[in-house]
C-alpha cells in the first residue's frame, strides 16, 4: 500500500512540474421566463470542477464533472408540475489555444460530455465544441469564461427523445471559471 501512494505522489508531481496541469473550475446559473400568459419561469446552475495537463503551448487535456440542477415543467393530467432534477455531467475534453496577447489567450474545448438527469429523468450524450477566452491575473491564477456551444445533443426517452445539432448561445452556455497552476 507505501508503495501504491509513493508511485501516485510520483505521478502527480511528475504531472505538475513546470506549471503544466490546472485545476479550478466553474459555475452558471440560468433563469428564464417566456413573455405570454401562463409562462412558467425555468433555472438552471451548474458547479463544474476541472483539472487538465497542458500537454504543450498550444494543447491541453482536461476534464470536468458538474453538478447541477434544472427546475422543469412537465404535464401531468393536464396540468403543468414543476419538477427539480439534479444533474450529474462527466466531460473529457482538449483544448486548443489559437491566440495569445500578453496574459490573455483565445481557446476552443473540443469534446464529448455524458448527463444523467436523476432517477427516472433519463440522460443524455453530445460532442462539441465551446470557445473561450482566458485572462492570467497572477502567477498561477486565470480567469476563463467560456460562451456558445456548436455540437450535436442526444437525450433517451426519458429525458425527451429527440436530438439536437447547431449553434446556442444563450445563458446555459455561458461559464465563469478560475484555475489555478499546480
Request: proline share 2%.
Amino acid at each position: 500500500m507505501k508503495k501504491f501512494f509513493a508511485i501516485a505522489a510520483l505521478a502527480v508531481a511528475s504531472l505538475t512540474a513546470n506549471a503544466q496541469a490546472w485545476l479550478g473550475g466553474s459555475f452558471n446559473f440560468n433563469w428564464e421566463k417566456g413573455k405570454w400568459d401562463g409562462a412558467k419561469a425555468t433555472t438552471s446552475w451548474k458547479i463544474a470542477p476541472e483539472i487538465g495537463y497542458n500537454i504543450n503551448e498550444n494543447w491541453a487535456i482536461a476534464g470536468k464533472i458538474a453538478v447541477g440542477g434544472e427546475s422543469r415543467y412537465k404535464e401531468e393530467h393536464g396540468a403543468l408540475v414543476e419538477k427539480s432534477v439534479t444533474t450529474f455531467t462527466v466531460s473529457p475534453y482538449a483544448r486548443y489555444t489559437f491566440a495569445q496577447i500578453d496574459d490573455l489567450s483565445f481557446f476552443v474545448d473540443g469534446g464529448i460530455h455524458f448527463t444523467s438527469y436523476g432517477k427516472d429523468n433519463g440522460s443524455s450524450f453530445g460532442i462539441g465544441i465551446q470557445p473561450g477566452l482566458a485572462y492570467k491575473v497572477a502567477d498561477g491564477v486565470t480567469l476563463a469564461a467560456k460562451f456558445g456551444y456548436f455540437g450535436w445533443k442526444t437525450y433517451d426517452k426519458e429525458a425527451g427523445n429527440k436530438d439536437q445539432f447547431g449553434l446556442g448561445v444563450d445563458g446555459n452556455n455561458l461559464e465563469f471559471g478560475i484555475y489555478f497552476d499546480l
